[in-house]
T-cell receptor, first 120, second 111 residues
Framework: DTGVSQDPRHKITKRGQNVTFRCDPI?????LYWYRQTLGQGPEFLTY????????KSRLLSDRFSAERPKGSFSTLEIQRTEQGDSAMYLC??????????????????FGQGTRLTVV | QKEVEQNSGPLSVPEGAIASLNCTYS??????FFWYRQYSGKSPELIMF????GDKEDGRFTAQLNKASQYVSLLIRDSQPSDSATYLC???????????FGTGTRLKVLA
């Protein structure tokens, strides 16, 4: 197992363009998370999936952001009509539900290397 | 009130000393707690997790959890310059499976 993989590692785009990022989680992990991180801040929750179901989406996430996990394996995060304020590191993480109890309990999450987005 | 709070630092300690990092959380029903280390420009990497009140030790690291006071701490013994990084506290809040992160504490270990 090679860990969580994200692609691309870096993306520079012009304002107004659409971008799509991909995340491949650890193979046996059924939960997948997307976070955004800006300089000096902790990771900010965007959304997460359990298998193919998107269970929660941040209220701070505008309609320009959409995420999918069609077969419960890899996930994509798309940002439409990018703005300069979207410039950030986008982090994907995965965890397993197999050893946990109900809501509020979770095993450790492992992060990918991130995709750094710069909107010019 | 933020869900997870950390002092942003920097916290400076001399090499060989004990570094103490603290985190408080607002949801009394939280049950899962994690510490991550993040080097500049890199993604977070897991150090430890703790679920029960008390101490949990792993090598030079000790996590301490006090649910009554709603705080979790991380002690790093025999601090090394390579421990210089930002340390992130993460909490799973009740009724969900999402990790809520603090802003992180920047640690500087002085050689």
């Amino acid at each position: 197992d090679t860990g969580v993989s994200q692609d691309p590692r870096h993306k520079i785009t012009k304002r107004g363009q659409n971008v799509t990022f991909r995340c491949d989680p650890i193979s046996e992990h059924n939960r997948l998370y997307w976070y955004r991180q800006t300089l000096g801040q902790g990771p900010e929750f965007l959304t997460y999936f359990q298998n193919e179901a998107q269970l929660e989406k941040s209220r701070l996430l505008s309609d320009r952001f959409s995420a999918e996990r069609p077969k419960g394996s890899f996930s994509t995060l798309e940002i439409q009509r990018t703005e300069q304020g979207d410039s950030a590191m986008y982090l994907c993480a995965s965890s397993s539900s197999l050893r946990t109890g109900g809501p509020g309990m979770n095993t450790e999450a492992f992060f990918g290397q991130g995709t750094r987005l710069t909107v010019v | 009130q933020k869900e997870v709070e950390q002092n942003s630092g920097p916290l400076s300690v001399p090499e060989g000393a004990i570094a103490s990092l603290n985190c408080t959380y607002s949801d009394r029903g939280s049950q899962s707690f994690f510490w991550y280390r993040q080097y500049s420009g890199k993604s977070p990497e897991l150090i430890m997790f703790i679920y029960s009140n008390g101490d949990k030790e792993d090598g030079r690291f000790t996590a301490q959890l006090n649910k009554a006071s709603q705080y979790v701490s991380l002690l790093i013994r025999d601090s090394q310059p390579s421990d210089s990084a930002t340390y992130l506290c993460a909490v799973i809040t009740s009724g969900t499976y999402k990790y809520i992160f603090g802003t992180g504490t920047r640690l500087k270990v002085l050689a």
